[in-house]
């Protein structure tokens, strides 16, 4: 196949990027494609665009096998008006002018994987939700559900569109795992707020695999939930990671310093939701990294 991978060079497309790049022929827009270039495996070429105009790269779309978004600044900051503005037009108006130039395509895009995110369901330790659970309201869902409606257009060329509703990605390189370790190599760390919360994670690896599960699976369109299938609360995670890292994880972050440090956005770590992975095992995927032990175990090689 052809891909055509927009953020190809973030914490996901640079996984992507070296797993797929043995079978598949490669193509990334970025903003500076020199420098890019200089970075990307061998054999994967770069394509200059700026995220906000029409321009040449635009032919790239026409004919290419499958189109995969990953574009969007990390929602892992305080949420200041200027960031919620930044977060909306990284996501929605780059993904509608990806769509613009999938519309000019003499050839349409064959395949479109589109990220999403799990912040589109209700954020409640109560939740339990899968692909057919409804959206909820607030910044987060409604962000989803733009991010969503702005990638709908290409599925009228003909285009097989699968939204990937991604969870907490488990990963070294960026997501959350990094950031959480180095309080539990202290020996100061502990699950964060009340603990009862739901951790919907998944290991960077299936993340991968997924994806390359949806792109060759020509019957299979829509939202699919990119979690593990056996979530975490935010205590089973502490006490998981404390035993793998052999730490103590004892010394609980409060929520009120949560809020404090992240504002706004102190409400998607408190709350959480359960959410599960249904289509993708309905459709067959077999999950690398099932349970949250053996996924930490892989990334940190214990």
Same mark, same amino acid.
């Given at each position: *196949?052809?891909?055509?991978?927009?953020?190809?060079?973030?914490?996901?497309?640079?996984?992507?990027?070296?797993?797929?790049? =043995?079978?598949?022929?490669?193509?990334? %827009?970025?903003?500076?494609?020199? =420098? #890019?270039? =200089?970075?990307?495996?061998?054999?994967?070429?770069?394509?200059?665009?700026? +995220?906000?105009?029409?321009?040449?790269?635009?032919?790239? %779309?026409?004919?290419?096998?499958?189109?995969?978004?990953?574009?969007?600044?990390?929602?892992? &900051?305080? /949420?200041?008006?200027?960031?919620?503005?930044?977060?909306?037009?990284?996501?929605?108006? @780059?993904?509608?002018?990806?769509?613009?130039? #999938? &519309?000019?395509?003499?050839?349409?895009?064959?395949? /479109?994987?589109?990220?999403?995110?799990? +912040?589109?369901?209700?954020?409640?330790?109560?939740?339990?939700?899968?692909?057919?659970?409804?959206?909820?309201?607030?910044?987060?869902?409604?962000?989803?559900? =733009?991010?969503?409606?702005?990638?709908?257009?290409?599925?009228?060329?003909?285009?097989?569109?699968?939204?990937?509703?991604?969870?907490?990605?488990? +990963?070294?390189?960026?997501?959350?795992?990094?950031?959480?370790?180095?309080?539990?190599?202290?020996?100061?760390?502990?699950?964060?707020?009340?603990?009862? &919360?739901?951790?919907? /994670?998944?290991? !960077?690896?299936?993340?991968?695999?997924?994806?390359?599960?949806?792109?060759?699976?020509?019957?299979?369109?829509?939202?699919?939930?990119? @979690?593990?299938?056996?979530?975490?609360?935010?205590?089973?995670?502490?006490?998981?990671?404390?035993?793998? %890292?052999?730490?103590?994880?004892?010394?609980?972050?409060?929520?009120?310093?949560?809020?404090? *440090?992240?504002?706004?956005?102190?409400?998607?770590? !408190?709350?959480?939701?359960?959410?599960?992975?249904?289509?993708?095992?309905?459709?067959?995927?077999?999950?690398?990294?099932?349970?949250?032990?053996?996924? %930490?175990?892989?990334?940190?090689?214990?």
């Amino acid at each position: *196949m052809r891909i055509v991978i927009a953020g190809g060079t973030g914490f996901i497309g640079k996984a992507m990027l070296a797993a797929y790049r =043995a079978e598949h022929t490669l193509e990334v %827009l970025t903003r500076d494609p020199s =420098a #890019a270039q =200089a970075r990307l495996p061998e054999g994967v070429r770069a394509i200059g665009w700026d +995220g906000a105009t029409l321009g040449e790269w635009v032919n790239r %779309l026409d004919g290419a096998d499958a189109v995969i978004n990953l574009v969007g600044e990390s929602i892992a &900051q305080r /949420w200041t008006p200027a960031v919620k503005q930044r977060l909306w037009d990284s996501r929605v108006k @780059t993904t509608e002018l990806l769509v613009q130039a #999938a &519309q000019r395509a003499s050839t349409p895009p064959r395949i /479109w994987l589109q990220a999403s995110a799990i +912040g589109i369901y209700d954020q409640s330790p109560d939740t339990t939700a899968d692909e057919s659970s409804p959206p909820a309201s607030g910044f987060l869902a409604d962000l989803g559900k =733009a991010w969503e409606a702005a990638a709908q257009p290409v599925a009228s060329l003909g285009t097989r569109l699968c939204y990937m509703r991604i969870g907490v990605v488990l +990963g070294l390189e960026s997501g959350a795992l990094p950031q959480m370790l180095t309080p539990f190599k202290l020996g100061v760390g502990g699950p964060i707020g009340s603990g009862k &919360q739901w951790l919907s /994670w998944i290991h !960077l690896s299936d993340v991968v695999g997924a994806a390359a599960f949806l792109l060759a699976r020509d019957d299979l369109s829509g939202a699919f939930n990119f @979690t593990a299938p056996q979530p975490a609360t935010m205590d089973e995670f502490a006490k998981t990671l404390g035993r793998v %890292l052999l730490r103590p994880a004892i010394i609980r972050a409060p929520a009120f310093a949560v809020r404090l *440090m992240l504002g706004e956005m102190a409400e998607f770590v !408190l709350q959480g939701s359960r959410v599960l992975p249904k289509r993708l095992l309905e459709a067959g995927y077999e999950f690398r990294f099932p349970t949250l032990e053996a996924a %930490l175990r892989d990334l940190l090689g214990k």
